[in-house]
């Protein structure tokens, strides 16, 4: 049981191990994204999709690496300037091997290193 913040943080790093250990590539965050997000607008196969190749990106980064992937065109989602993610294009934002995030991003918004807070920026 988890009753303190000591507690969580030991919990933590307990599950970065086994994640680690199995090869596990998506944090909770990103995998409630998955849900949140990708599956409000693609099917089951294509979200697996995104996700694998996310993680097997991921999995050849360096440890303290920080890398946006920009993986997958799709039609416009959300509306524009709205406190909601929206965008036509599916991002994956790696960090020290792990996938922290899913996001949608515009087209028209800058797609480079300093607007993504990451080291570089793969497009596949």
Sequence with gaps: MISTYADRLAYDDELDYY????????NDHAQDR????????MDMES???????A????????PFESVALRLKSI???GQAWS??????????????RMVQTFMF?????PFDRNA?????????
């Design 19 to 26: 994640r680690e250990r199995t090869g596990h590539r998506v």
């Design 75 to 77: 039609s416009m989602v």
């Design 47 to 53: 979200a697996d999709l995104i996700v694998g190749t």
């Design 105 to 109: 991003r515009r087209r028209s918004q």
């Design 55 to 62: 993680e097997a990106f991921a999995s050849k980064c360096g």
């Design 34 to 41: 998955v849900y949140t997000r990708l599956l409000q607008v």
């Design 83 to 96: 406190d909601q993610s929206n965008g036509d294009t599916v991002v994956a934002v790696i960090r020290g």
């Design 116 to 124: 993504l807070s990451v080291d570089r920026v793969v497009t596949l």
